[in-house]
Every structure is written in structure tokens, then in C-alpha cells.
């Protein structure tokens, strides 16, 4: 389980997860955990409880035998400890678009005939849009309308700020659908059974209508919220606007056992919230309307005598009736990868930066990486100008001071933002100097395929592929909080300047590591906020001179052998002087060109 104590990433409750897999995913010890989770939750005083797993979507004899266990099992342990256990089928939200389409098939065209099989879940890190899964949402909002009026359908969102538009995607998404049947059908269907899990960003005037048109429910899990470093303190949570507009909520735990969570654990946090005894009788009503739901689909539901056939008689929505998903398709995936990277390495060989692997090893060998990060591309725009100029000279005043022999630098490869800076000062520096310094661009998958969006001549001075510990090639930016982190090995320094959501999970990891952190207080974004979260533990800096005098006391063999602290003001200054004189901004590209 995740550790009381302590703030972690997504990515890390995602390592503890898969460790857990092995155990929750066997099918010989699913009975004992259906008769303990049973068991625990009569003791807490809860009657009925949904779980979110994927094993049950799983094609032939291996999903025909969960669903077995559920026929077996569940009405003893329903009979026996009085408690109801239901599942609601695990759709990943960064499948597949063949995949994720087949996996909608078999739940609406058979698994959702079983009683126990009550809705489904897009769960998952919440680092992609809403609608890179709008068709698997119309085809079962299509179902719910056309068969199963009381299935659910959960979506994971507005669990962090990366979209915040999420929450506000599936209720219109859902409107849509519900107002485009009406019309195509000439029937008055009821909307179908939404829920969101966590709603906790993206909460507008609009947002708050479509979910009060639609009876969505908002499911709010206050444990857990903090524990994956989404909010730093309850007061973040807006449970009290939902109620506060009349839109359905209630309280969960988010996987208890993962999270060390409990009923009347939540309801202190919601307390601490600001509800009152009226918002808690609003929850209670909702809670007894969605019992009352459940029991009617019941009525409908009949147990399944055979389940082997059930999964036969999978149904696909294709013109020829065949899963989308085969090894064509598997292998077009991969080869995809392959060419996208080629093709990475080539662009970089074209603009000079240094792409080999032996090369990169060579370069940085015996030296302390200095990792930087920030506000990006987006969230660099809400920086005023006086924090973006004052990073722009830390930045610079501090790649004129550190010593190539002994440091480097590590960013983000794309050229926006706060690593922009970085790159500019590097090549600023690097213009004047024999001993050129490092600046390592390290990149994801997603980067390659998008031919290394944002890559620039004279930024980087080498680049490369993040890769996890096991050799995998990383895919999205959500695998920065670990992978990138883990370049610093034991001695290096992290500097966040601002930044959005990936950057506050990499302060929360670098922290929770022990690695020499230096945040920026002022910047709007993560750097300041975390610096506040974690006062106390001497992370903090506001000016260049405070970054540089921090790194020194710290690491004093990173920084040329004539550098002195005495000298801190007159750096700054020529920093100032060099920005002034060559901005070296986007606009002014081929100037950078030319004089290379």
C-alpha cells in the first residue's frame, strides 16, 4: 500500500499497483478477497460496494472463468455478510483506439448480461483528453439508452489540472449523444447513468449545469486526492460547489486497501471541507438512489447458467463482425515506434545535436547532472513578465559559473518555456567558451512521433529517448516524475521553475528520493506552491543569487575553480548584460543561426 505518511505520484501508486497484480489478478485467491473485502467492509457499515477491474473483459475460457467466480461465490458472501459486491468493468483510457473499441463490444454485446457486471470504468493516469475516447463513450451511452437504462458508466476526471476541460468533455459528450437519439428516435430516453470519479479540476458554471441536467454523480475520494499529490491540502477539494449547485455526490474510498482508507475517515475530510449536516443528508439521498437503481437492474438480470457461451456469443460492431485488434494491427503499432525513432535520430544528426548513446555516456561520464524544470509551453504564458525575466537570468548567470568538467545540464529536449531558457543560456555560454557544457535533452516516444516537436538548432547539445530501468522506451510526459528523476542518481540537483502538474509530481518524487531540490518561489505554478507545501525543509529560493549561493554550499565542485560568492551580484549583472544585448528569442532564430 502507499505509505500514510507521505505525498507520492500516480506513477508510483502504479509501480505498488502492478507489484499487487500478481495477487489480485489470480484466480485461486479471488474467492478469499471477494469473502475479505466482503467481510471489512460490514465492519466499516457498508452494504454495497462496486469494484473496478479489467479481468472480466478478457476474451474465451479465461473471462468466461472470472465470471464463474462471480456466479459461485457472490451470492454466499452476499447472504452470509449482508454486503452486495458488484464490478464495473475496467476500460484503460490509454488503450488502443482497436483495442478499446473491441473491449466496449464484448461488455455491451455479453458481460454486461451478468448481474454482477453493473457498468464500466475509464480509469487510468488522467494524461490524455476525454475525447481520445468519445467513441467508446456514444456506443455505450447508445446502449445504456437502447437496453440498460441503470448500467454506469465512470469516468476517471478532473483527477488532476493536465485537461481541464475532461469533466466538462464527458457530460457534454453524453448530452450529445442523449439529445442526438431523441431526435433520430422519437422516444424520450432517460440519460444515461454517469459518474465521475474525482471532478476535482475544471469546475465551471457550465461544468456544474451539464452535470445537474444530466444527474451525473461526482465521486469525491479525499484520502486519496492527497495521498497522489493531486491537491496539497483538503481546502483544494470542491465538494462543497457541487452541493452547493445541487449536483449528485458521494464519498469513496479509491481502492481502500491501496490507500489505507475508510468511511469514516472520508467523512472527517469532507467535514473538514466545509459540509454541513444538510450536505451529508444530499449524499445519503443519492446514495439510496443509486441502491435503488441496482436493484432494478437486477430485476432485468438474471444469473448467468452458462457462462462459456456468454463469452462466445461476443458480439463485434465491424462490417464483417471480426475484433479490430489482430497482430496486423499490433505489429503496425510497433513498427510505427521503430520509424518514429529512426526518424528522431535523423532530425537530430540533421541539426547537429549529438543522438548516440555511447556519445551521451562519453560526455556526461563522471560529471553531476543538474536537472531543470518548469513551466512549459502553456503555463510559461501565465508567468508574469518580471518571473519569466527573473528566470531567464538565473538561468543564465548559472551556465555561466558551473564548471563543464564537473556538471551538466538535463531538460526536456522541445525548446518551450523554462527549459527554453536553459537552451538559450547554454548556447549564449557555449558561444564564448572552448569548454562546452553539456545541455542533455532527454525526450518520450510522444516526442518522436511528433518529430521531436519543438527541437530547435543550437538548444540541445545532445539528445535522447528516456528510457525506464528495465529498457523500455518511455512514451508520454506522465513517466517524468520517475524516469527523468532517476538520471540524477545519487548527488544530482533538481531546480523547478514554475510549471504545471508534471512538475509538482516531480517535486513530490524528487522529495520523497532525498534529492537536493532548489524551488523557485514566486513563479505561478508548481515550483511555488510545493516550496510552500514543503516549508521547512530549506528547498526555497527567489532570487539567481539565492539558486546559486544554495548549489555552491551544497555542491561547491560544480562551479568553475575562480567562482567565488563574492562575485555573486557582478554574475547577475552580466547575465542581465548578455539577455539585453542577444535575446536570442524565437522570433529571432536565424540570428541564433548565423552566428553559429
Known sequence: M????????FNKMEEIYDLRGSLTKNKELMPDFLWALANDYRSTGVQYAELSFSSFLNTGEDGAEWMQILEDYLPDIEEQTGVKLRIVAGLWRHSDKEWSLDDV?????????????????????????TTDFE????????????????????????ENPIFDSNVRDVLRIIYDEHKL???????????????????????????????????AIIEFNMSSNL????????????????????????????????????????????????????????????????LAAKREREATHPHITDIPTLYKSAQYSTEDGAPRWNDVIANKYKQEAIEAETQLTAKM????????????????????????????????????????????????????????????FV???????????VHEAVYRRNQESQDQLVCWGTLTMDAAHDGAAGVMPNTVTHVSILETKDGRKVKGWKNLPDTQIDLLGENGEMIALGGGDIVKNMIQRAHNL????????????????????????GYSFETPQELIKSLYRRNPQLFLPDFSLEQLDAIVTEAEKEISAYPYSEQDRTHGQSRD
Open 2 to 9: 502507499l505509505p500514510l505518511s507521505t505525498q507520492e505520484t
Open 105 to 129: 463490444d464484448r461488455l455491451t454485446s455479453a458481460v454486461a448480461k451478468s448481474p454482477y457486471i453493473v457498468g464500466c470504468d475509464f480509469m487510468g493516469h488522467e494524461t490524455n483528453k
Open 135 to 158: 467513441d467508446e463513450l456514444r456506443m455505450l451511452s447508445e446502449y445504456s439508452m437502447q437496453s440498460d437504462p441503470n448500467f454506469t458508466i465512470r469516468v476517471h476526471a478532473g
Open 181 to 215: 437519439a431523441e431526435e433520430r428516435d422519437g422516444v424520450s430516453y432517460p440519460y444515461p447513468n454517469i459518474r465521475i470519479g474525482h471532478g476535482l479540476y475544471g469546475v465551471d458554471d457550465e461544468t456544474l449545469g451539464l452535470a445537474k441536467e444530466i444527474g
Open 227 to 290: 495521498a497522489l499529490n493531486n491537491v496539497d491540502g483538503i481546502s483544494e477539494i470542491p465538494i462543497k460547489r457541487y452541493l452547493d449547485k445541487d449536483v449528485d455526490v458521494v464519498l469513496g474510498t479509491d481502492g481502500h486497501g491501496l490507500y489505507s482508507t475508510f468511511g469514516e475517515q472520508e467523512i472527517i475530510l469532507a467535514t473538514a471541507a466545509g459540509l454541513t449536516e444538510r450536505d451529508f443528508e444530499k449524499m445519503r439521498m443519492t446514495e439510496q438512489k443509486i
Open 349 to 408: 544528426n540533421s541539426l547537429g545535436i549529438i543522438a548516440d548513446k555511447d556519445a551521451i555516456v562519453e560526455a556526461i561520464d563522471g560529471k553531476t547532472p543538474i536537472l531543470i524544470t518548469g513551466a512549459s509551453k502553456g503555463n510559461w504564458k501565465t508567468i508574469s513578465d518580471e518571473d519569466q525575466d527573473s528566470i531567464r537570468i538565473a538561468t543564465q548567470a548559472l551556465a555561466n559559473v558551473l564548471n563543464p568538467e564537473t556538471a551538466y
Open 411 to 421: 531538460t526536456g529536449g522541445t525548446n518551450f518555456g523554462a527549459e527554453k531558457t
Open 514 to 537: 532525498g534529492v537536493n531540490l532548489h524551488l523557485m518561489n514566486g513563479p505561478k505554478g508548481a515550483s511555488t506552491s510545493k516550496s510552500h507545501a514543503l516549508i521547512g525543509h
